[in-house]
């Protein structure tokens, strides 16, 4: 495989039963807005990757076996320049796993879950090693 063929990641899509509500809670936990296609599908655009987010209708006709809300396996990433003020801007109503922490790899990172209950990590890199890691990714 090639350079030119290497797969880029893209997107990762969260499906859901109430899409309003999810893009309500990335929206004000980003302070990006997101694009709506539709009623039931809206993308919200980073700096290198985009967030779906999809009524479960939209997969009607594919034998996913998707259900919404189970999640169990996957954390959502968002690297960003302060844990602790997405922490105040989602305010008392989230539902935290863990407050905003320092972690021994060198990231600050605040772990919620989602109005689904998808975990969600916040994070940005704090140690000189962590930083060097992330210098230029998604223009950090």
Avoid: Q
């Avoid at 929206?27 to 980073?46: I, K, M, V, Y």
């Amino acid at each position: 495989m090639t350079h030119n063929d290497t797969p880029a990641f893209i997107s990762l899509r969260v499906i859901t039963d109430d899409v309003d509500r999810m893009l309500g809670f990335y929206e004000r936990a980003t302070g990006l807005t997101a694009t709506r296609a539709t009623d039931d599908f809206a993308e919200l655009d980073t700096r290198i990757g985009r967030l779906v987010v999809a009524h479960a209708r939209t997969m009607a006709n594919l034998p996913s076996g998707l259900e919404p809300g189970t999640s169990r396996s996957i954390i959502i990433e968002f690297l960003v320049d302060d844990p602790d003020a997405v922490r105040d801007l989602l305010g008392s109503g989230a539902d935290v796993v863990l407050p905003p922490t320092t972690m021994p790899w060198g990231n600050r990172s605040f772990l919620v879950r989602d109005p689904d209950g998808n975990l969600v990590n916040f994070f940005a890199p704090v140690s000189r090693e962590a930083i060097a890691k992330f210098r230029g990714a998604a223009g950090a």
